[in-house]
């Protein structure tokens, strides 16, 4: 006889499980966010024994490589000492997504860049730059404000735009250069111009709004420029492992200085893989000059690998990749990326995998 089947109450109010659909890979992690800081609010006045903590809940993507700049742009956006702040940890992420080594990613291009004011202001974004050169967040905007005012846009001189085929005996071939606007930001410094209309001085007219006080956040962008021109002459050049080793070690003390112990323990790993490919390279005799280009690939390859850091049971708000059999002990389990195709993820099978189209007929 077959088994009577009870029927089961459906609790009107039960959002134990909850589908959210948005446009865009951000919005699901700032929906997650607005939603986190709802649990929590909710059970404010629980029992803080069994309140719900940030520790307790565990976010799950397909694809930790597409999700974690998002994670970082959503929930780090907020200051410890705002309400808004959540704790958080990444798991199953490689040293290329981290800011200090996208910025050492871009140094490392500096011969093929324009240097572009964009490309100053992604530098400048990171912690540890801002450091190096003694600037706040708040003084690289103001610095971005004169900088845009004063017309800078690419080139750091007529001999750097040679590259790109403005000839430095052309009719305004430093125009837009940052020589160009640091002309006119000096000049403006040394005049006490407050107005905006001046006359100009020398054929250079003079960026008005800077003042005495503002020295230091001058110099720390005259000390970067000085910087980025002692880089290129350095990264034009070849040279042998064991120099190239000592010329890099001076590129990350140039550029980057670490804020926190994260940061000093993210740049002891970043400069492991390039002391044991010296080395290899000592093993294998290789005392040849080798092109930047070489070095910057072999370098960055390595610092891919997933194997460098795997961390898991971070404080806070665990972000991991959604993977079989791994245990998620959480009171709350959240899955971003749940799009058709990439969960469950489909492989496209290799055509000259034999052994794999033999199994598939077995």
């Known amino acids: 006889e077959p088994i009577p089947v009870q029927p089961t109450e459906v609790v009107m109010q039960d959002h134990s499980i909850a589908i959210v659909q948005t446009h865009s890979a951000q919005r699901e992690v700032e929906v997650l966010h607005d939603q986190i800081l709802a649990w929590l609010d909710a059970e404010a ?3 803080e024994a069994k309140r719900l903590k940030p520790s ?3 976010v799950m993507v397909p694809d930790m490589e597409t999700f974690a700049p998002h994670i970082h742009a959503v929930f780090g956006r907020f200051a410890s000492h705002d309400l808004r702040h959540l704790p958080y940890s990444v798991a199953d992420t490689t040293p290329r997504t981290e800011p200090i080594v996208q910025a050492l990613d871009m140094l490392l291009q500096l011969p093929q860049l324009r240097i572009t004011r964009l490309e100053w202001q992604s530098l400048f974004e990171v912690d540890a730059v801002r450091a190096r050169f003694g600037l706040e967040e708040t003084d690289v905007a103001q610095l971005d404000t004169w900088l845009e005012g004063a017309g800078v846009r690419w080139g750091l001189d007529t001999q750097h735009r040679k590259t790109w085929g403005i000839a430095p005996e052309l009719v305004g071939a430093n125009q837009n250069s940052w020589l160009f606007g640091l002309e006119r930001l ?10 905006d209309v001046a006359n100009p001085w020398q054929d250079t007219l003079p960026q008005s709004g800077i003042g005495g006080l503002d020295a230091r956040l001058v110099d720390g962008l005259l000390q970067w420029l000085r910087h980025v021109q002692l880089a290129l002459s350095t990264l034009r ?8 080793v000592h010329v890099l070690r001076q590129l990350m003390d140039m550029f980057f200085k670490p804020s926190n112990d994260n940061d000093e323990r993210l740049i002891e790993r970043v400069m492991a893989p390039l ?4 080395t290899e390279c000592q093993l294998a005799r290789l005392d040849a000059p080798l092109p930047l280009v070489v070095v910057r690939e072999h370098w960055m390859a390595q610092l891919q690998q997933p194997a460098m850091q795997r961390r898991f049971f971070g404080g806070g708000v665990q972000f991991a990749t959604l993977m079989p059999m791994r245990s998620i002990p959480f009171k709350a389990v959240c899955l971003l990326g749940m799009n058709d195709g990439d969960y469950p993820r489909s ?3 290799r055509d000259f995998d034999l052994m794999s189209e033999a199994a598939q007929i077995d």
């Open 45 to 47: 006045e629980t029992d």
């Open 56 to 58: 307790d809940i565990m």
């Open 186 to 195: 000096l000049l403006g410094y040394a005049t006490g111009v407050t107005n």
């Open 237 to 244: 050049q070849e040279h042998t492992p064991s120099a190239w």
């Open 275 to 278: 002391e044991t490919w010296l």
């Open 347 to 349: 492989q496209t099978p």
